[in-house]
C-alpha cells in the first residue's frame, strides 16, 4: 500500500507540475513586459546575428551542397542545447534542430540557405564585382533567414527558461528552395505531423507578413530522359537513334502547347544533358521543364499534357523516354491568426533606422541596374498582405506544402534594396551589409515577440487552427506531388559547388581577425560609381 501511495502521489506530483508549466496564465501587462525584454536580448545579440550572417554569405553554396553552412549553423544550436537530427528525408545537409522546455505548443521556425548560381558579388559595392568570377553568390539573401531564426530562438529560450514556460521550438532549413526540392519531402516524411505551426521568414525590401492566398504560383519541376543509340554522325548516321532530336522534339512541342497556355501558367526549361561531340549521334539527352500554375489541379494538368508530348517525341524518333520529378511547390495559403499578431508586433519593432551610407549604396544599386524608382530603402512599413482575390502569376515558394499541412504564415523581412531583378548579382550587394544586419535584428525581434504570443495565450493557436480547418481547408485539401518513391534529387549542384569551393574557401569570413565581412574584404561602404 506504501509503494502504491507514493507512486500515486509522485504521479500526482508530475501532472501538477506540468500542468502548471502548461497552463500558466499570462496577464496582458505580463506578456508585453516580456516581449519587450525579448526584444531587447536580441538587440543585445545583433553582433552575433551579424556574424552569423555575413559567415553564411561567405560560404556561397548552391541547393543541395549547403555543407558547411549546415555545418555551422547546427554547431551554434547543439552549443545551445538543441538537439540535432542530420540527413533528414534522405538529404545530406538537411537538419532538424529541437529544444524541449515541457508541455506547450511545438513551434517550428524554417527559412532557406542555399544561393544563387553565377551570382559571386562583392558586398557593399554598388556595381559588378564578382568576389570569385562565374561562381555561386547569395542573389537572393538567403544567407540571413536562418540566422535571424537562430537570434530570436536563443531569445525567446532565454526567457521560457527563466520564466518555467512550457513549448517546443523546432529549427530547420529550406534546403535547395531554388529547386523546390525539399520541403514537398518533408511533408511526405511525416516530419510536420506533430507541429502546431510554422513560421517561416524569407528576405525582403520591406517588413511585412500576408494572410490567406498570395500571389504566385506553385509548381512540378520535372527532368525527361530520352535514351537512343549512338553512331557515327559522318559515317553511318542511319544506324544512329538521336536521343537529343527527340528532347528537341519535345521542346518544339511544347513550344507550340505554350501558346495556347492560360496568362496565370508559367513554364521553362534548360537541356540538361544534349551529347556528348558533334560526331557522336547522341545516345542520350534530357530537359528539364518547371510547369507552374495558381492551382495544384492546373499544375498537375500541365505535367499530363507534358508527359504526352514527351512520349510522342519518343515514338518520332524511336527512342525510349523516362522521367523524374526533381521538386514541387504547392501554391502558397497563409494563416490568418498568426499573420494578424505577427503584424502587431512587427508595427511595433518598425522599420530600421537607415543611415546616410545605407540609402547612399540603395540608390546606387537601383541606378546600376535601371530600377524604375530611384528611391533606396523604404522609410514606410508597408501594410499587412490581404488575400489575393483575383489570382496573379509568378514565382513559387516549396513553402506552400507545409503551408497546407500546419498553419504557416512567412515573415518578410527589411534586408535587401528594392527595384532589384531578383536571382541577380545586384540582390547580393547588400546582403553582408548594415541593410542586412539591421533587417535581421528587426525581423528578430518582431519573430520573437510573436512566439511569445503564441507560447503565452493559448487561444491563439487554437484560432490559427479554427482558420486552417475551416476555412482554408474547408474545400481544398493537399495531396503531395510527389510519390513514396520520389527520391530528393541531392546530386544536382555538386560540379558546380566542387569547380568553386576551392577559390571560395580563399573568402571565407573568418570573425576572429576581422569585425564584419566587410572589413575582411577591404570594402569601404558603400562603394559606388563616381
Known amino acids: 500500500m506504501k509503494t502504491f501511495n507514493t507512486l500515486l502521489w509522485g504521479m500526482l506530483l508530475f501532472c501538477c507540475l506540468t500542468s502548471a508549466t502548461a497552463q500558466k496564465k499570462y496577464s496582458k501587462k505580463q506578456v508585453e513586459k516580456l516581449k519587450t525584454e525579448v526584444a531587447q536580448i536580441v538587440e543585445d545579440h545583433k553582433k552575433q546575428s551579424q556574424v552569423m550572417v555575413d559567415k553564411i554569405f561567405s560560404f556561397a553554396e548552391l541547393g543541395f551542397q549547403e555543407e558547411e553552412s549546415s555545418k555551422y549553423l547546427t554547431s ?4 545551445n542545447g538543441f538537439a540535432i537530427e542530420h540527413s533528414i528525408s534522405g538529404i545530406p545537409t538537411a537538419w532538424f534542430a529541437t529544444w524541449n522546455n515541457g508541455d506547450g505548443p511545438v513551434i517550428a521556425l524554417g527559412s532557406d540557405v ?3 548560381p553565377k551570382a559571386s558579388q562583392y558586398p557593399g559595392v554598388a556595381y559588378h564585382k564578382p568576389i570569385v568570377e562565374g561562381a555561386p553568390g547569395h542573389g537572393e539573401g538567403h544567407n540571413s533567414g536562418i540566422p535571424l531564426n537562430i537570434t530570436s530562438a536563443l531569445a525567446v529560450k532565454e526567457i521560457m527558461e527563466r520564466e518555467n514556460i512550457g513549448g517546443t521550438l523546432i529549427l530547420w532549413p529550406g ?6 526540392a525539399a520541403k514537398a519531402w518533408y511533408v511526405r516524411d511525416g516530419l510536420f505531423d506533430d507541429i502546431d505551426m510554422c513560421i517561416f521568414t524569407h528576405v525582403g525590401n520591406n517588413f511585412g507578413v500576408s494572410w490567406g492566398p498570395t500571389r504566385g504560383t506553385g509548381l512540378i519541376s520535372v527532368e525527361y530522359l530520352f535514351e537512343g543509340e549512338a553512331a557515327h554522325s559522318a559515317g553511318s548516321p542511319w544506324r544512329g537513334r538521336s536521343a537529343l532530336d527527340a528532347a528537341e522534339l519535345m521542346n518544339i512541342g511544347w513550344n507550340y502547347k505554350r501558346e495556347h497556355l492560360h496568362p496565370l501558367k508559367r513554364s521553362h526549361s534548360i537541356f540538361t544533358d544534349s551529347g556528348d561531340q ?5 545516345s542520350k539527352a534530357a530537359i528539364w521543364f ?16 507534358a508527359n504526352d508530348i514527351a512520349k510522342g517525341a519518343a515514338l518520332m524518333t524511336n527512342t525510349t523516354m523516362t522521367s523524374r520529378v526533381l521538386g514541387t511547390a504547392w501554391p502558397r495559403h497563409y494563416n490568418k491568426v498568426i499573420a494578424e499578431t505577427m503584424y502587431e508586433n512587427i508595427e511595433k519593432v518598425g522599420l530600421p533606422s537607415w543611415s546616410e551610407a545605407d540609402q547612399t549604396l540603395a540608390k546606387a544599386v537601383q541606378t546600376e541596374v535601371g530600377s524604375e524608382k530611384i528611391e533606396g530603402l523604404p522609410t514606410e512599413l508597408d501594410e499587412i498582405g490581404l488575400p489575393v482575390l483575383e489570382p496573379v502569376s509568378g514565382g513559387s515558394d516549396d513553402i506552400g506544402d507545409i503551408s497546407w499541412k500546419i498553419p504557416t504564415v512567412t515573415m518578410r523581412f527589411p534586408s535587401n534594396i528594392p527595384g532589384l531583378q531578383g536571382h541577380h548579382w545586384s540582390n547580393a550587394i547588400a546582403m553582408a551589409t548594415p541593410i542586412a544586419h539591421k533587417g535581421v535584428t528587426a525581423g528578430a525581434k518582431a519573430e520573437a515577440m510573436t512566439l511569445l504570443d503564441f507560447l503565452l495565450k493559448p487561444e491563439l493557436l487554437k484560432g490559427a487552427w479554427d482558420y486552417f480547418n475551416n476555412e482554408q481547408s474547408k474545400e481544398t485539401k493537399y495531396q503531395p506531388m510527389i510519390t513514396a518513391d520520389d527520391m530528393p534529387p541531392v546530386y544536382l549542384n555538386k560540379d558546380k559547388q566542387d569547380t568553386f569551393r576551392p577559390e571560395l574557401e580563399k573568402y571565407y569570413y573568418d570573425e576572429t581577425k576581422y569585425d564584419s565581412y ?6 569601404e561602404y558603400p562603394t559606388v560609381k563616381e
Not at 551554434?76 to 552549443?79: A, F, G, Q, V
Not at 518547371?290 to 499534357?305: L, P, T
Open 114 to 116: 542555399d544561393c544563387i
Open 278 to 282: 558533334p560526331n557522336v549521334v547522341p
Open 518 to 523: 566587410l572589413e575582411q574584404l577591404g570594402v
Open 290 to 305: 518547371y510547369f507552374r500554375d495558381v492551382k495544384y489541379e492546373g499544375i498537375m494538368e500541365m505535367y499530363a499534357q
Open 76 to 79: 551554434i544550436l547543439e552549443s
Open 175 to 180: 534546403i535547395a528552395e531554388e529547386l523546390v
